[in-house]
C-alpha cells in the first residue's frame, strides 16, 4: 500500500485531476509502479496515462499532458512506496548494535537502500543489491549516490562488514562510475584496522574513479558504553587523530596537483580531538560534505562572523546555548562574540556531557533530551536554549521527516514544559543564528 496517496498538495497536478487522499496510483504508461524509483522515471514525460485505484475501488485511467519535469504534487503513504531494504551487514563499528535496550523500535532498524541514498542522503553499502539492482540504479539515473565504502581492500571490507559479499566493492564502483553515475564516499576509520596505509590505499582506489567519485570523507568510530559483547575497538586519540590528518594532508598535496581537488576530507572531530585548528574555508572546496561533520567548524564560524554586525544593537535578552563537548569552544566564542557586540544581551555556552551513550560521544547530534534536562535542571540558564537541528531526528527515519523528537524520544515541547524554558532550533552551521536572537529579543525603549 505504499502508492497510496496520504496527502494532495493545493494548485498541483494531482488537485487539478481531482485526486484524493486514499487513491492509489498503480501503473504510468502500463507499467506497474513498484517504488518511487519507477514514479519519478515514469512521470518524466511530457504526455503520461495514469492508473488510478479510487479509494472506493473504482478504477480511473486519466491521460494527462504536462510538463516533463511536473510531478502530481503528492505525497505517498510510504516515502519510497515500498519497504526499505534491510542492511544485511553485520559491521564491526555499527553504530546501532551500541544503542540501549528500550528505545523506540525503528532506531534498530538498519537500512540499506539505494532509494534512500537518492532521495535523502543516507548511505549505502551496495553489499544487498543485485546485478539487477546495479543495473537499474544505471537505467534510472540515480544520481548521485552516497556509498559506504570503508576500505577497498576485499578481504579487510569482507572482515569489517562480516559480510562475504562486501569484497567486490570496487568492481561495483567501477561499473557504476562507468555508466556515468556520481557518487560520494564515506569511511568509518578504527583505529589500527583500516586507517593508515590501508586509508592511503582506499583513498587512492577512490581517486582512480574521480570525477565519478566526487569524494571521500572519513569519520572516526563512535564508541559507546553499550558494547558488551562486540568487537573490541578503540578510539583516536590526540597523537592518533594527528596523525591521520597528516596522512591525509600528503594525498591531498598529490591529488590537488593532479586534479586540481583535495578530494578526500577529514570530519571535524579528527581535528577537535588533535587540538588542532580546523582549515580555512578554501580547503573544504564548497562544503559538500557537512552532513558528515566536515567543515561544520569552519562553516559556523565564518557564517557568524559574516552576520554578527546584523545583530540588534537596541536590545536585550538572556540565551543559553546548547552543545556538546566538540563544539563547546566554538559556541562559547561565539557568545563572547554577541556580548562584545551588545552588553544587553546575556548569553552563555553550556556543554552537554553525554551520560546517555557515555561520555566518549561528544557530538551534538547524539545528545539526548535526558541529558538535558538532567544537567540544565540543575543550573541557571538564559530565558531561551538554543539547540542546533541536529539533535532532532529528522529525515533519518521513514514517515519522521517532521520530527521535533530527540533520540531518547523526549520532545522538544517536554523540555520546555520540563524547564520552563523556549527551546530555538538553528541551523547547525550557524546561518541563522544571528537573526534567531534577535527575533527573541527584547527592543530597549
Not at 108 to 133: A, C, E, H, I, P
Amino acid at each position: 500500500m505504499g502508492n497510496e496517496i496520504a496527502e494532495v498538495m493545493a494548485g498541483s497536478l494531482a488537485e487539478e485531476l481531482e485526486l484524493e487522499p486514499g487513491d492509489r496510483l498503480v501503473k504510468i504508461n502500463g507499467q506497474e509502479v513498484k517504488d518511487i524509483l519507477d514514479y519519478r522515471f515514469l512521470m518524466c514525460d511530457e504526455n503520461v496515462i495514469l492508473e488510478i485505484v479510487k479509494s472506493s475501488g473504482e478504477i480511473w485511467e486519466l491521460d494527462v499532458e504536462k510538463d516533463f519535469d511536473e510531478n502530481l504534487g503528492v505525497v505517498f503513504k510510504e516515502s519510497i512506496m515500498d519497504k526499505a531494504n534491510r542492511c544485511s551487514n553485520n559491521c564491526i563499528f555499527c553504530f546501532i548494535d551500541q544503542l540501549p535496550k528500550g528505545m523506540r523500535e525503528t532506531l534498530y532498524f538498519k537500512d540499506d537502500d539505494s532509494r534512500l541514498s537518492f532521495l535523502q542522503g543516507n548511505f549505502v553499502t551496495l553489499t544487498n543489491m543485485s546485478d539487477d539492482d546495479l543495473d537499474r540504479i544505471i537505467k534510472y539515473r540515480i544520481s548521485p549516490i552516497n556509498i559506504s565504502v570503508h576500505t577497498t581492500n576485499p578481504e579487510l571490507r569482507v572482515k569489517m562488514l562480516r559480510n562475504r559479499f562486501a569484497g567486490n566493492i570496487n568492481d561495483r564502483l567501477k561499473k557504476l562510475a562507468a555508466a556515468g553515475i556520481e557518487m560520494n564516499c564515506q569511511v568509518v576509520l578504527c583505529p589500527g584496522i583500516n586507517d593508515g596505509e590501508e586509508f592511503r590505499r582506499t583513498c587512492m582506489d577512490l581517486f582512480a574513479l574521480y570525477p565519478q567519485v566526487q569524494n571521500l570523507a572519513a569519520v572516526p568510530i563512535g564508541l559507546t558504553k553499550f558494547r558488551e559483547g562486540l568487537y573490541e575497538l578503540e578510539l583516536y586519540d590526540r597523537e592518533s587523530a594527528a596523525a591521520e590528518i597528516r596522512n591525509v594532508e600528503e594525498l591531498q598535496k598529490n591529488f590537488l596537483g593532479e586534479a586540481g581537488v583535495r578530494f578526500v576530507r577529514l570530519s571535524d572531530e579528527f581535528y577537535v580531538t588533535a587540538g588542532m585548528d580546523v582549515p580555512g574555508a578554501e580547503f573544504y572546496e564548497g562544503f559538500h560534505q557537512l552532513e558528515d561533520g566536515v567543515g561544520i567548524i569552519r562553516s559556523f564560524r565564518d557564517n557568524v562572523e559574516r552576520d554578527i554586525d546584523r545583530l540588534s544593537k537596541n536590545s536585550k535578552g538572556s540565551f543559553t546555548l546548547v552543545t556538546g563537548e566538540s563544539a563547546y569552544n566554538e559556541l562559547s566564542a561565539f557568545a563572547e562574540m554577541v556580548k562584545k557586540e551588545n552588553s544587553g544581551i546575556i548569553i552563555d555556552a553550556v556543554k552537554i556531557v553525554n551520560n546517555f551513550f557515555g561520555e566518549t560521544i561528544t557530538v551534538a547530534g547524539l545528545i539526548t533530551g535526558t541529558d538535558i534536562v538532567e544537567q540544565l535542571s540543575k543550573r541557571e540558564t538564559g530565558e531561551y536554549l538554543i539547540i542546533p537541528d541536529t539533535m532532532l531526528r529528522k529525515g533519518y527515519e521513514l514517515g519522521d521527516t517532521g520530527s521535533r523528537v530527540f533520540l531518547d524520544d523526549m520532545t522538544v515541547g517536554e523540555i520546555e514544559d520540563t524547564l520552563n524554558k523556549k527551546i530555538i532550533v538553528t541551523d547547525y552551521t550557524g546561518e541563522d543564528i544571528v537573526d534567531k536572537i534577535n527575533l527573541y529579543c527584547k527592543e530597549v525603549i
